[in-house]
């Protein structure tokens, strides 16, 4: 990539146009000398004169060519691809920084509404289903997101099925649930619901269900 891109710099420079360009220039000035010594008679000598000015011409230009080749492969073109890559990569850090913000207000936004769907006496996991928290990106979301409602001394969405369902199923149980149509309204929902999932799964132990208890 590094010589193409050199060998590209130094025909726009030294030629002003591709190098096929140039080559075709000189197939050009060939033909005409030949063509003034077929039409004009010109003698021989003369059209060997002609011919000899034509090469020491294009190795003057071939020996100009190859400096600015070595100088532009050596120096100017890294140096061009460093600052344009050192470019993308502000641009997408600028880019990756208004994502992250922007996902982080999007979190926040979510994370007070569905605190007021829990004081407004919503069931805290029905409030995160209708949330569509399920269609967070990774479960650590979710595991934050219930942090911080603890933390601000709400209910744990999870607390009544934590003993048997694990913190790194619960984006996968909220999947789960939406899969199935399954409403979290209240903790007799949730445990009805979590009984069927565990029921799904072969090859879980039925007395892992004693580990909740059926509210009363």
Request: aromatic letters at 12%; proline letters at 4%; one cysteine or more.
């Amino acid at each position: 990539m590094l010589c193409r891109r050199s060998w590209k710099d130094t025909c726009d420079l030294v030629f002003g146009a591709p190098f096929f360009t140039f080559v075709i220039g000189i197939i050009a000035a060939a033909v005409a000398i030949y063509l003034q010594r077929l039409f004009t008679g010109k003698s021989g000598f003369d059209m060997k004169e002609a011919l000899v000015s034509l090469g020491f011409g294009i190795c003057a230009n071939a020996i100009i060519f190859v400096c600015i080749f070595l100088f532009y492969f050596l120096y100017a073109t890294p140096k061009q691809m460093n600052l344009e890559a050192d470019g993308k990569l502000v641009e997408a850090r600028e880019t990756l920084k208004k994502l992250q913000d922007s996902e982080a207000k999007e979190f926040d936004e979510t994370y007070y509404s569905i605190v007021e769907w829990i004081r407004n006496g919503h069931y805290p996991l029905h409030a995160l289903q209708e949330h569509k928290i399920d269609e967070f990106r990774s479960n650590d979301d979710v595991v934050r997101l219930c942090d911080r409602l603890v933390s601000d001394k709400h209910e744990h969405p999870f607390g009544i099925i934590m003993t048997v369902i694990p913190q790194s199923e619960w984006l996968n149980l909220l999947k789960w649930a939406r899969g199935r149509g399954a409403k979290f309204y209240d903790a007799t929902d949730t445990y009805k619901w979590t009984v069927d999932l565990l029921k799904e799964r072969g090859g879980r132990p039925v007395s892992e269900l004693g580990a909740i208890k059926p509210p009363s």
